[in-house]
């Protein structure tokens, strides 16, 4: 198990451009989040998929935020025409949700500075 | 949506020292995580504790969930405990996030 893996690590790009980022979760999780973090807050939820649907999206979530899971393994979080009000850590989380217990694992992040 | 609240906001303690974190939340919940996220932004998950109480190491936790509310107790304290300490629940009857707190920033100091 190598746990929930993000890449790339740190992004810098200029106003406007679009970014990708890619989580791949533990591989028997059927659940997948991604969360946006700010500098001194605490991580803020922005969508949710279980398998490859996406049950629940944020208002956090503008027009210019999507996210895909296709057949239920990566995930793919794209932001286009960046701001400088995304610049965050994106942070994704998978679980297997069992016998009622939901225990999320994060991955390390993906830190985003628009410039 | 739910409402949690964590204290204290920041906390130093001397090497060796015990503390007490709290955090209260809003509603009903049937999932309660505590995680510590260091400093290079790694949340690392310490427990998942809706109800009860469990230990491990210097680490214990207790939630009471009819009084909603939850602890993280941290004994003989180490540098390596510094970094943001953040509560997280899931509200009974949604099947869905993790509502995280406003974390409590600790620094442990020699």
């Known amino acids: 198990d190598t746990g929930v893996s993000q ?3 740190h992004k810098i790009t200029k106003r406007g451009q679009n970014v990708t980022f890619r989580c ?4 028997e999780h059927n659940r997948l989040y991604w969360y946006r973090q700010t500098l001194g807050q605490g991580p803020e ?3 949710y998929f279980q398998n490859e649907a996406q049950l629940e999206k944020s208002r956090l979530l503008s027009d210019r935020f999507s996210a895909e899971r296709p057949k239920g393994s990566f995930s793919t979080l794209e ?3 960046t701001e400088q009000g995304d610049s965050a850590m994106y942070l994704c989380a998978s679980s297997q949700r069992s016998s009622g217990a939901n225990v999320l694992t994060f991955g390390a992040g993906s830190r985003l500075t628009v410039l | 949506g739910i409402q949690v609240e964590q204290s204290p906001p920041d906390l130093i303690l001397q090497e060796g020292a015990n503390s007490t974190l709290r955090c209260n939340f809003s509603d009903s919940v049937n999932n309660l ?3 510590h996220q260091n400093p290079w932004g790694q949340l690392i998950n310490l427990f998942y504790i809706p109800s009860g109480t469990k230990q491990n190491g210097r680490l214990s936790a207790t939630t009471v969930a009819t009084e909603r509310y ?5 004994s003989s304290s180490q540098t ?7 509560c997280a629940v899931e509200r009974t009857g949604t099947a869905s996030k993790l509502t995280f707190g406003t974390g409590t920033r600790l620094q442990v100091t020699l």
């Open chain 1, 45 to 47: 939820f922005l969508t």
């Open chain 2, 33 to 35: 995580q505590w995680f």
């Open chain 1, 79 to 81: 932001i286009q025409r």
């Open chain 2, 80 to 86: 390596t405990d510094s970094g943001v300490y953040f």
């Open chain 2, 70 to 74: 939850s602890l993280l107790y941290i």
């Open chain 1, 7 to 9: 890449n790339p690590r």
């Open chain 1, 24 to 27: 791949d979760p533990i591989s």
